[in-house]
């Protein structure tokens, strides 16, 4: 008997929840089962996160994961959005759509055992723990003194990167740009103490952070073999 198709079962078995689903509501909720709509989403986000599991046998399934985690995000806000006719909850959960692609990209780099996935995975989700931050507390301006997180974001992602491959080069590189993001966040810290927001705690404690990942990275860099060239 051959072997069955992995895409092939999870797009059938998609079907037939669908379809359960859709009988369910209709004989359970009558008309009030268009509010299950956003479940075609969530379907979709399964459909294509589960094969990214088999990853670890076929590396290249993991790549589902980059599109399959959003989706899920995005159709769990829906549901909740339509099942309590709550809309505006998009105002403070858009974020969590950035964080779900962050997700998606580092999951994707586990599976696939390719660590320059870090970089976009690191990277956005940076930005998206910043936007969240700023989402929530109004305080967009905190760009102004919270900007030396991308210097630190692509400084955090080679060093992950020298790490798994054991490249002193790349913790180097890594380090470098965390100590300049470090001296960006001295500055902003230091303006920091004349908000009298949530910025005052905010500049500070990325210095803590961005202190301790060069600390770590400076040891790693120490313990990394160097790398010598092949012998022809």
């Not at 899920?72 to 339509?82: C, E, H, P, Q, R």
């Not at 320059?116 to 910043?130: D, Y």
């Not at 002193?168 to 590189?173: L, Q």
Request: hydrophobic share 60%; aromatic share 14%; charged share 5%.
């Amino acid at each position: 008997m051959k072997n069955t198709n992995p895409l092939s079962f999870l797009f059938g078995l998609a079907l037939i929840v669908i379809g359960g689903l859709s009988l369910l509501g209709n004989t359970l909720l009558r008309l009030e089962a268009w509010r299950l709509w956003p479940t075609v989403v969530i379907i979709t986000g399964l459909v294509l996160t589960a094969p990214g599991f088999l990853g670890l046998a076929r590396r290249g399934f993991g790549a589902f994961f980059i599109p399959g985690v959003p989706l899920l995000v995005t159709g769990g806000i829906l549901m909740f959005a339509s099942l309590f006719h709550n809309w505006n909850v998009w105002a403070v959960a858009w974020p969590l759509v950035v964080l779900g692609v962050a997700i998606g990209f580092g999951m994707a780099a586990i599976f696939m055992r390719v660590p320059g996935l870090a970089f976009p995975a690191i990277i956005i989700g940076l930005n998206g723990l910043v936007l969240a931050f700023c989402n929530l507390t109004g305080l967009w301006t905190a760009w102004a003194l919270l900007w030396p997180i991308e210097p630190l974001a692509v400084g955090l992602s080679l060093f992950v990167l020298g790490f798994f491959e054991r490249s002193r080069g790349a913790i180097t590189a890594g380090v470098l740009l965390s100590a300049i993001a470090g001296v960006g966040f001295f500055f902003t810290s230091f303006f920091s103490m004349f908000n009298f927001s949530l910025l005052r705690f905010a500049a500070p404690a990325m210095l803590i952070l961005t202190g301790l990942i060069v600390i770590a990275a400076s040891f790693l860099r120490r313990e990394a073999p160097a790398q010598t060239p092949e012998v022809q």
